[in-house]
């Protein structure tokens, strides 16, 4: 049915291949290297068994999900101002939130360590209760929090913005005090569109590289060790935990996808 | 009850300006006005949701300007509901007794009194996306009702319905008023409803107040331009049914019979479209049973179209063309016939 429609329609045709290359261009790059490990599953074993790889691994979720959990509590009031309110200043503030998504991660990297660094007050005010950002959990953090807000704070706007603000006046004449309306009525109604940003989020988080490996070589991170032991071992020795960072990552957004998605027909 | 003293609100692209109303205890109070005219905003104003730039408002003698919305006691019930889609009916219902920390008897009882006098028990575990709309303007009035406000404030109640369900949540609001004794504010563009509920109505245009009265004083009396041609999108009269031994219903009016399509009899209003008024100069022959002579007393200029004014007595306004007020060559103190069917004749109470 839908293939005799396809040939039917020209334009249909058309846009149906061009798409299919660039899908066969994703697809086809994760799917060979998954396979071709599957070939030498002994050496994947072995990845998995390899302590460092676990620990790389496990450090990348759990830094991820802490910058994400840090980025909820500070961007969902932000996202809530930005969707409710109109004040002067308004579209050079949300232009400047999305900056990290186009600066290189390199240089977010060099301009987090010049602020978090030992040698500027915020890094010295840190430092002094003993928080350092140099080659440390907390580096890794910033780095991972800094460019990934963006995706939770654009998906929350969304998503308040879509809540009709005269539910919020209703709540207010029923009674409810301005934090009461958000929760009970703002918050639940926007929570998918929050949820969803959470998990870009997090998924940013365990995928940033550039940023990180400028503030934090060591706690090492997977995709730092990716590219160590590429440098050092070669292409045979970063493969495997390559496709394992994959997996994980593949398998970790899926549940959650699934998870945030449930009921979404109603 | 509620006095509204000198208010301005500047909301940038609109502005309410310098309105002032008194709205008695228990009263059925109307804000009447075209789209656009600011009466929503005059509402939520009330409710406490902008910001007033100055003046003040009053509630039963105490100033309530800076008052919290959540403090004023005053419900808001929206044209199209605005219900809380992610929760049931029933709590829906009890949101504003959860948020007033009512005790579980007391929200039991007055669950149970809201449901009944509204007749929606067989809703309480629906979701609001499955309740037609009639359904939901009963829930949303259920809903602003339950927390015992002493006004509540309806926003173009009626717009959203077929004519049926507006037949029976009209007839809803009026019981409720009568029942609850509440003072209640209802915002309106349409003349029939204003005319059917208000005790009083207020007359707002362009941010600000033009007239405030009783419906007779409004329609029979308008105090300005802007509410006469307001007025003059309906002919409305208040007159005597009849029924004729020839079988016939008239609306008798100023001494006029017209022949109407209903079967009733006592005092009524009756309403006609200008557009369903045909003038000529000689009398016409048609299926139409109405056909008076008249002249005409008055012109109001709309661009394409002119209202004409003809006195039978009573007076009518009538829509036409320019073209054929030019063709025909009609004037003020022309003699004219109008000519209307009976089916044209709304009756209403």
Known sequence: MFLRKLINNRMALTFFLLGLLIFLFIVIPLAKMIFSSVSEAEILWQTILDPEVTGAIGLTLYAALIATLVGFLLGVPLAYLLARHNFPGKRLIEGLIDVPIVVPHTAAGIALLFVFGQRFFMGKAFQAIGIGFVDSMAGIIIAMLFVSIPFLIDSAKEGFKKVDVRLEKVARTLGASPWQAFFRVSFPLAWRSILAGNIMMWARGISEFGAVIILAYHPMIAPVLVYERFETYGLNYARPIAVLLILVSVLVFIVLRTIAYRGDKS | MIEVKNLYVDLGEFILEDISLDIEDGEYFIILGPTGAGKTVLLESIAGLYPTKSGEIWLRGKEVTRVEPEKRRISIVYQDHVLFPHLSVKDNLTFGLRMHKTGADAKKDRLNWVTELLGIGSLLHRRPDTLSGGEKQKVALGR??????????????????????????????????????????????????????????????????MQVGTPEEVFRHPNSEFVARFAMTRNIFVGRAERKPSGDTVFKVDGTEFIIAYDADGTHHASIRPEDILISSEPIRSSARNCFPGTITHVVDKGSTLYVTVSIPPELSCLVTRHSFQEMELHEGKRVYITFKASSVHLFD
Not at chain 2, 166 to 194: C, N, P, W
Request: proline residues 5%; aromatic residues 2%; hydrophobic residues 40%.
């Open chain 2, 144 to 209: 602003a009702i339950i927390t015992q406000p002493e006004v509540l404030l309806v926003d173009e109640p009626l717009s959203a319905l077929d004519p049926e369900t507006r037949e029976s949540v009209q007839k809803e609001l009026r019981q409720l008023h009568k029942a609850l004794g509440i003072t209640i504010l209802h915002v309106t563009h349409d003349f029939e409803e204003a005319i059917s509920l208000g005790n009083r109505i207020a007359v707002i245009g362009e941010g600000r107040l």
